[in-house]
């Protein structure tokens, strides 16, 4: 979900739901819930709770920064973390159905919010309104 103005009235922020795929925009649910069909074909075994963790290591291993230890001591800079087998292959759909890892992490972590909330955005009703 990203935040955007009302082009006539800039004092009203609304919340976008949607993103583009292929040229045309989708609703960002029905696009996890794809993504998430299509790894559950690959690995069958692994959970929906297991896989923001997953995409967690998958998007600091994209940006360069999957390290061990604490990232403010120095001596661990140099020591970089390998992703498992597992991330391995779901890293690898990715990058073939040109996905970003950060941006689909975050996808996944936007469509966590309750049913409520989801069918409020899905129909457009919830927006942010400044006083």
């Given amino acids: 979900m990203y935040m955007g103005r009302d082009k006539n009235n800039p004092s009203i922020i609304?919340?976008?739901?949607?993103?583009?795929s292929n040229g045309?925009?989708?609703?960002?649910?029905?696009?996890?819930?794809?993504?998430?069909?299509?790894?559950k074909v690959?690995?069958?075994?692994?959970?929906?709770d297991k896989l923001i963790s997953m995409f967690s290591?998958?998007?600091?291993?994209?940006e360069g920064k999957l390290h061990y230890g604490r990232r403010t001591?120095?001596?661990?800079?140099?020591?970089?973390?390998?992703?498992?087998?597992?991330e391995k292959l779901i890293y690898d759909y990715l990058l073939k159905n040109k996905l970003n890892p950060s941006t689909t992490y975050r996808w996944m972590l936007t469509c966590r919010v309750p049913?409520?909330?989801?069918?409020?955005?899905?129909?457009?009703?919830?927006?942010?309104?400044?006083?």
Avoid at 57 to 62: A, F
Avoid at 73 to 86: G, H, I, R
């Fill in 14 to 20: 609304y919340i976008n739901y949607q993103i583009r």
């Fill in 73 to 86: 001591n120095p001596e661990n800079w140099d020591k970089k973390q390998d992703l498992t087998e597992a």
């Fill in 57 to 62: 290591h998958m998007r600091r291993y994209y």
């Fill in 24 to 39: 045309k925009k989708i609703n960002i649910f029905d696009r996890v819930n794809q993504i998430k069909k299509d790894i």
């Fill in 115 to 131: 049913a409520d909330i989801k069918s409020n955005l899905i129909e457009g009703r919830l927006s942010y309104k400044k006083p």
């Fill in 42 to 48: 690959l690995l069958p075994e692994i959970e929906d």
